[in-house]
């Protein structure tokens, strides 16, 4: 464990902690950007440097977009109609007992004292190569998705014609 | 503690997160945002095993993770309008308000 | 000569590292590395930022017919240095003021949002070649991408800024710039698109030298001089003015409707760095341009290879920041139905036209004549270029004044 990935890993974490748990749903949103970035930076720590700037432009530049606009349309920056929750310490349990389940197994397994062989530089070229050839298929129906995802959006947010 | 362990810890712990925020808020873009979380914890998990993985130049983890980013912007653009939708409905963007079906 | 003025910032720096690496332990010769490559930029740029307030200032009030700016010289003298002094006392006055917070505002992200928007600003211009072998972060494999993943993360700065105001037009403003910014993006991304599409890389080192290519033995082959590059470079420039809220896309910070826009609350040294941030950006979307389009460092003529590499660079950057003064001068305000009709029906069809012609000019390559290639590029983006021209204009319609005569 390097101090590069402790950093941005206990960023990471201590945002999306944020994310989830204050009161004002903005500062959710924009703590929630923080995870995105961190993640993006632990991306990078993995080499994945195609992967960590398409998650910045998709994440950090569209989805966050997207949720400060939702929060700002459905007028919940002010907190009132929200009483947290009736039952809130079930679903933290739960999230507690899931995170300890997986700690354990992922400690326990043989798999995650692998090393990191060497690795030649990823070329986006080749990425690009696959996509059009061995991933053609999935390339075509993530295509029909998002047409399908983008009319529908449009038109489940359509302002609804006035009846008269 | 090795390398991968600790990636795969972070995603857990970011994915248990994600959970309980879906779990506890009742307020739709809360728990979008805790789906939103589990998801990227997904992409973490892939990025990882794939960097660790025997064969990295076959970058199967990389098309993984790029195609599940494209998916949960699919996914946020539609769950994003339906609470729209649901707010102008109800006035209400609170899941537990949204009950009209209930017999 | 030639090639030692061209090498000069490089050989400097490591003159200074090798007079440095005596003395210093390892690790801050590294950090020492870094902020020699990073001081060339945080000197020269907002330094041209300094000069460009006062040039855009003079030059708008020449072209409204007035002088501008021309009393600021060097105090207790009667040295008025044609008011170029304007720019130190703007500075010294913005940090000498009151830096005002409104009592509702969200303090914490009130506070943050000028230093978010300035710091990816800054980091774009790491991937940027400004002379042979000067690229301060070469990314092989992702320049292109950087640049725009850093391009799109300064909208939530935007945001913020608006709304921990706690202001109507800071909120009007900001979600007024965030749609603007996510729908010219489109424009943008996709005009670039052409020129990965060609050269086949995202590093823009590569991109650069790829237009290194001769035509007719003395003109360098700048991705300009194509149909899909000058059609692309148009398109570019368009969508930079709207990404940088430009005039006649700065409805933003239409200061005769909103104010200010997102930074109406702002004050003091946070205005400076707002402002700041703006122009950086504009020069940063100018230096992609040039780098994208204009050959980058290269000069027009092989016989002009003496001038130095970053000579050309600052020199094309110059011209294009004249070019936005004369814009912002000449064009009148968009309204903001007009603003998105625009990069949804013209701008958008168009790129996507453009990189149809690129595919072809690049299939084509060798197989037909330079000339047909040329006539068929151009008939195919000047036909569109006419029909969606005239659809537009159809759509806008005449003008009907409700409340005036």
């Not at chain 1, 349309?73 to 007992?97: C, H, L, N, Q, Y």
């Not at chain 3, 505002?105 to 400004?130: E, Q």
């Not at chain 3, 979307?285 to 050309?312: A, E, Q």
């Not at chain 3, 690049?362 to 197989?367: I, P, V």
Request: include cysteine; glycine fraction near 8%; charge should be neutral.
């Amino acid at each position: 464990m390097t101090l590069p990935f402790a950093i941005i890993a206990g960023l990471t974490v201590g945002s999306a902690i944020a994310a989830v748990s204050l009161r004002n749903l903005v500062h959710c949103a924009l703590s929630l950007v923080l995870t995105f970035a961190g993640l993006a930076g632990l991306y990078l720590q993995l080499n994945a440097e195609f992967i960590g700037f398409t998650q910045i432009l998709v994440y950090v530049g569209a989805v966050s977009i997207l949720i400060v606009f939702a929060i700002l349309f459905t007028r919940s920056t002010e907190p009132k109609d929200e009483p947290s929750t009736v039952t809130p310490w079930i679903g933290v349990a739960v999230a507690i007992g899931t995170f300890l389940t997986m700690a354990v197994s992922i400690l326990g397994s043989p798999v995650s004292r692998r090393a990191a062989g060497p690795m030649g530089e990823v070329s986006v070229k080749t990425l690009g190569q696959k996509l059009m050839t061995d991933y053609v298929l999935p390339l075509e129906v993530m295509a029909l998705l998002l047409t399908a995802a983008m009319l529908g959006a449009v038109i489940i947010a359509m302002r609804e014609k006035e009846a008269k | 503690m090795s390398p991968l362990s600790g990636y795969l810890l972070v995603s857990a712990m970011i994915f248990c997160i994600g959970l309980a925020g879906a779990l506890t808020r009742r307020n739709a873009i809360m728990v979008l945002i805790g789906i939103e979380l589990m998801l990227n914890a997904a992409n973490l998990n892939f990025i990882a095993f794939w960097r660790f993985s025997d064969t990295p130049e076959t970058q199967t983890g990389l098309m993984f993770a790029l195609f599940s980013i494209a998916i949960a912007a699919a996914e946020a653009a539609v769950g994003l309008a339906l609470i729209i939708m649901i707010y102008r409905h109800f006035r209400t963007a609170n899941v537990d308000k949204v009950e009209d079906m209930k017999g | 000569m030639a090639e030692a003025l061209d090498q000069f910032p490089i050989t400097l720096k490591h003159w200074l590292m090798s007079q440095a690496s005596g003395f210093l332990p390892e690790w801050l010769l590294v950090l020492l590395s870094f902020v020699l490559s990073i001081s060339p930029i945080l000197a020269v740029f907002p330094l041209l930022f300094a000069l460009t307030t006062v040039i855009e200032r003079k030059g708008l009030g020449r072209i409204q017919n007035r002088i501008g700016p021309n009393r600021v010289g060097i105090p207790l003298t009667n040295i008025r240095l044609a008011g170029f002094g304007q720019f130190i006392a703007d500075g010294i006055k913005s940090l000498i003021k009151e830096d005002l917070v409104p009592y509702a505002a969200d303090k914490v992200v009130h506070f943050i949002a000028p230093i978010t928007l300035l710091i990816p600003v800054l980091l774009t211009y790491s991937v940027l070649p400004f002379g042979r072998n000067m690229v301060p972060l070469d990314l092989p494999q992702t320049g292109l991408l950087f640049f725009f993943a850093l391009g799109a993360s300064t909208e939530l700065s935007v945001f913020m800024a608006g709304w921990s105001s706690r202001n109507k037009y800071s909120l009007l403003g900001a979600m007024r710039a965030i749609a603007q910014m996510v729908s010219y993006e489109i424009p943008l991304i996709l005009s670039s698109l052409t020129v990965v599409m060609i050269t086949g890389t995202l590093s823009l080192t590569a991109i650069v030298e790829n237009q290194a290519s001769l035509h007719l033995g003395f003109i360098h082959g700048w991705n300009l001089f194509t149909p899909w590059g000058f059609v692309g470079f148009l398109l570019f420039l368009t969508a930079a003015a709207a990404e940088a809220n430009r005039t006649p896309f700065d409805l933003p910070e239409a200061e005769s409707e909103i104010i200010a826009g997102y930074f109406t609350e702002y004050s003091g040294f946070k205005f400076a760095i707002f402002f700041l941030a703006e122009y950086l950006g504009l020069f940063a979307m100018c230096g992609l341009g040039i780098t994208l389009f204009l050959g980058g460092w290269l000069p027009p003529f092989k016989f002009l290879d003496f001038i130095p590499s970053w000579c050309w660079f600052l020199g094309k950057l110059c011209a294009l920041i004249v070019l936005f003064i004369w814009l912002r001068g000449t064009l009148p305000r968009l309204r903001t139905d007009q603003l998105m009709g625009f990069a949804w029906k013209f701008l958008l069809p168009m790129t996507l036209i453009n990189l149809v012609v690129a595919a072809l000019w690049h299939l084509t390559g060798g197989a037909v004549p330079t000339t047909i290639r040329w006539v068929v590029g151009f008939a195919l983006l000047a036909v569109p270029y006419w029909l969606l021209g005239r659809g537009f204009e159809a759509s806008v319609g005449k003008r009907v004044y409700r409340y005036a005569a």
